[in-house]
């Protein structure tokens, strides 16, 4: 058997959840996980089925938004041969690969109102029929669920079932996101880039430097965990110096210069010039003089504005940070720093 995956930090509200999830594993009852996406909700799974007395039978995952809406009750169910179109043989489901172990249902929000009727049997009842089949079968399986969704929400607006929600939410596990847990974000990006640094062959991680420690932890990793270690990943792999700290974080992928500009951005490129020109004085003599003026005063005043928060003014001014940093320093606004 596999080794488990790491579930990294010290912070309260994540030690909270965790040990949630650690008193519920010893009992056989059906558990919700909720967290935003990247939080490691299959994580949090994967620990409810190894500390539970299910821990040597088969941990089974399934994304139900993986699947179209067709195929989810012969993913989960099974079917029985010539049960429909190219079903050439009987092919147990999820369920029933799942028996004596436990069931991770990702994204079980996404279920259709008729795979939550089946759904609802088998988790009450423990049985279930295959497709084409009127032969029921019984399985003993441990289901955890997962979702980014508001399941009681969902029930208000009539996209969930009430009694399946009853049923599902014996215990619910709610992982806080990344930004909740500051002091986490060091410690899991040590983590990554020393793994990464392996990967690349280098014979030990560098580390970071304060420039880059403080970005890492002043974004607000949206896409939580997994976006952190892509990006760390990401970084290490660009910087490519097993010697020196790495000192650029690079946070987007498509950073680019000729990066194609959305259509409505282009749009209003496209217009621009006419702007410009309803906007000139009959006074300007040096066209390049007074646009390089306009260019600074622009650059100064949203400085101001964003409190000279350099990643912020180039958020506000629709520029990455280079760009910036290169305008910055063509109107000798770096000499300051």
């Given at each position: 058997?596999?080794?488990?995956?790491?579930?990294?930090?010290?912070?309260?509200?994540?030690?909270?959840?965790?040990?949630?999830?650690?008193?519920?594993?010893?009992?056989?009852?059906?558990?919700l996980?909720?967290?935003?996406?990247?939080?490691?909700?299959?994580?949090?799974?994967?620990?409810?089925?190894?500390?539970?007395?299910?821990?040597g039978?088969?941990?089974?995952?399934?994304?139900?938004?993986?699947?179209?809406?067709?195929?989810?009750?012969?993913?989960?169910?099974?079917?029985?041969?010539g049960?429909?179109?190219?079903?050439?043989?009987?092919?147990?489901?999820?369920?029933?690969?799942?028996?004596?172990?436990?069931?991770?249902?990702?994204?079980?929000?996404?279920?259709s109102?008729?795979?939550q009727?089946?759904?609802?049997?088998?988790?009450?009842?423990?049985?279930?029929?295959?497709?084409?089949s009127?032969?029921?079968?019984?399985?003993?399986?441990?289901?955890?669920?997962?979702?980014?969704?508001?399941?009681?929400?969902?029930?208000?607006?009539?996209?969930?079932?009430?009694?399946?929600?009853?049923?599902?939410?014996?215990?619910?596990?709610?992982?806080?996101?990344?930004?909740?847990?500051?002091?986490?974000?060091?410690?899991?990006?040590?983590?990554?880039?020393?793994?990464?640094?392996?990967?690349?062959?280098?014979?030990?991680?560098?580390?970071?430097?304060?420039?880059?420690?403080?970005?890492?932890?002043?974004?607000?990793?949206?896409?939580?965990?997994?976006?952190?270690?892509?990006?760390?990943?990401?970084?290490l792999?660009?910087?490519?110096?097993?010697?020196?700290?790495?000192?650029?974080?690079?946070?987007?992928?498509?950073?680019?210069?000729?990066?194609?500009?959305?259509?409505?951005a282009?749009?209003?490129?496209?217009?621009?010039?006419?702007?410009?020109?309803?906007?000139?004085?009959?006074?300007?003599?040096?066209?390049?003089?007074?646009?390089?003026?306009?260019?600074?005063?622009i650059?100064?005043?949203?400085?101001?504005?964003?409190?000279?928060?350099?990643?912020?003014?180039?958020?506000?001014?629709?520029?990455?940070?280079?760009?910036?940093?290169?305008?910055?320093?063509?109107?000798?606004?770096?000499?300051?720093?």
């Amino acid at each position: 058997m596999t080794s488990p995956a790491q579930l990294i930090g010290s912070s309260s509200i994540f030690l909270d959840a965790v040990e949630r999830a650690s008193a519920a594993a010893a009992l056989n009852r059906p558990v919700l996980v909720i967290g935003e996406r990247g939080t490691g909700k299959e994580l949090i799974a994967e620990r409810l089925h190894r500390l539970s007395p299910r821990w040597g039978g088969p941990l089974i995952s399934l994304n139900c938004a993986a699947l179209p809406e067709t195929l989810i009750d012969a993913e989960l169910f099974g079917y029985e041969a010539g049960a429909f179109t190219g079903a050439q043989r009987a092919r147990a489901g999820r369920f029933e690969d799942a028996d004596g172990g436990t069931l991770f249902l990702d994204e079980i929000a996404t279920l259709s109102p008729a795979a939550q009727e089946r759904l609802l049997r088998v988790v009450e009842y423990g049985e279930l029929t295959r497709i084409g089949s009127n032969r029921v079968l019984k399985v003993d399986v441990r289901l955890v669920g997962a979702t980014n969704e508001d399941l009681p929400g969902l029930v208000e607006a009539g996209r969930f079932r009430a009694d399946l929600l009853d049923r599902l939410s014996f215990e619910v596990v709610t992982l806080p996101p990344l930004r909740e847990r500051a002091e986490d974000i060091a410690v899991l990006a040590s983590h990554f880039a020393r793994r990464m640094a392996a990967e690349l062959g280098w014979p030990r991680f560098p580390g970071f430097t304060k420039g880059v420690l403080e970005a890492l932890e002043s974004h607000s990793w949206p896409g939580n965990i997994r976006e952190l270690k892509n990006t760390v990943e990401r970084s290490l792999y660009r910087w490519g110096d097993d010697e020196t700290p790495v000192g650029r974080l690079v946070l987007d992928p498509f950073e680019s210069p000729w990066r194609p500009l959305p259509r409505a951005a282009s749009a209003r490129a496209d217009v621009a010039p006419a702007s410009v020109a309803e906007a000139s004085h009959d006074d300007v003599s040096d066209l390049r003089a007074a646009v390089l003026a306009h260019e600074r005063a622009i650059l100064v005043a949203t400085l101001k504005r964003c409190r000279h928060n350099q990643r912020r003014t180039a958020t506000a001014l629709s520029l990455s940070y280079d760009q910036l940093r290169h305008c910055l320093k063509r109107h000798d606004l770096l000499a300051a720093e």
